[in-house]
């Protein structure tokens, strides 16, 4: 996938941006920034779903953020004073303006959502075990670059609960749910992962993980 604008080209695949046709240099976090600025153009996106999207909900200043916004501005030829790519909305957020074409089909970056495991147990306690399992393995999916995952404070609302796959993709604007069950006793637990493409409601991948409890 290709997105162009103004006079630049970023290469989602590549993971690249050019300049009047140079090849420009751009920090990891600063591209995954311009992109999800541009995957959500049309749109004001605050500071904290940049938190939760861009920097995995680590928590850092409004300086810090102020920073990456700046360095994109530089690398597309625009500033906080022309934003004619990216403009500040006062107290808001920032928005992509600039006018957007696509090129290479596909998805770009797949949207995962990490739904709240299953419990197949009568203790309650184990509730929080699995939610703690589904909140634990967003956190590390998040670290790959190749994937955007939607915050679970998201996909655990109550807003999606029973819904339909269809309906809760559509509803957080995922590619694919990761959905999975956790059957706890007092010795071992046995937790099943799916990947599911809503859509078409196909399994992608499943696998299964166990161990003692200890």
């Given at each position: 996938?290709?997105?162009?604008?103004?006079?630049?080209?970023?290469?989602?695949?590549?993971?690249?941006?050019?300049?009047?046709?140079?090849?420009?240099?751009?920090?990891?976090?600063?591209?995954?920034?311009?992109?999800?600025?541009i995957?959500?153009?049309?749109?004001?996106?605050?500071?904290?779903?940049?938190?939760?999207?861009?920097?995995?909900?680590?928590?850092?200043?409004?300086?810090?953020?102020?920073?990456?916004?700046n360095?994109?501005?530089?690398?597309?030829?625009?500033?906080?004073?022309?934003?004619?790519?990216?403009?500040?909305?006062?107290?808001?957020?920032?928005?992509?303006?600039?006018?957007?074409?696509?090129?290479?089909?596909?998805?770009?970056?797949?949207?995962?959502?990490?739904?709240?495991?299953?419990?197949?147990?009568?203790?309650?306690?184990?509730?929080?075990?699995?939610?703690?399992?589904?909140?634990?393995?967003?956190?590390?999916?998040?670290?790959?670059?190749?994937?955007?995952?939607?915050?679970?404070?998201?996909?655990?609302?109550?807003?999606?609960?029973?819904?339909?796959?269809?309906?809760?993709?559509?509803r957080?604007?995922?590619?694919?749910?990761?959905?999975?069950?956790?059957?706890?006793?007092?010795a071992?637990?046995?937790?099943?992962?799916?990947?599911?493409?809503?859509?078409?409601?196909?399994?992608?991948?499943?696998?299964?993980?166990?161990?003692?409890?200890?």
């Open positions: 996938m290709k997105y162009r604008f103004s006079e630049c080209e970023l290469d989602v695949g590549a993971r690249s941006v050019t300049r009047a046709g140079a090849p420009g240099r751009v920090e990891p976090q600063v591209f995954d920034l311009i992109l999800y600025l995957e959500n153009r049309g749109r004001v996106v605050d500071k904290d779903e940049l938190l939760a999207r861009v920097w995995k909900g680590r928590l850092v200043s409004d300086a810090t953020i102020a920073s990456r916004i360095a994109a501005r530089k690398a597309l030829g625009d500033d906080g004073r022309a934003q004619r790519v990216i403009a500040t909305a006062a107290r808001s957020g920032f928005r992509f303006v600039a006018e957007v074409s696509e090129t290479g089909g596909g998805i770009g970056r797949p949207v995962v959502a990490v739904m709240p495991f299953e419990l197949l147990s009568e203790d309650a306690a184990d509730a929080h075990l699995a939610r703690g399992l589904a909140d634990q393995l967003a956190a590390a999916l998040g670290q790959a670059a190749w994937l955007d995952i939607i915050d679970t404070a998201a996909s655990f609302s109550d807003d999606v609960a029973g819904r339909s796959p269809a309906e809760i993709a559509a957080l604007g995922a590619h694919y749910l990761v959905m999975g069950a956790l059957q706890a006793t007092a071992e637990l046995k937790l099943s992962v799916r990947l599911i493409d809503p859509e078409t409601a196909r399994q992608v991948w499943a696998g299964a993980f166990g161990g003692p409890r200890g």
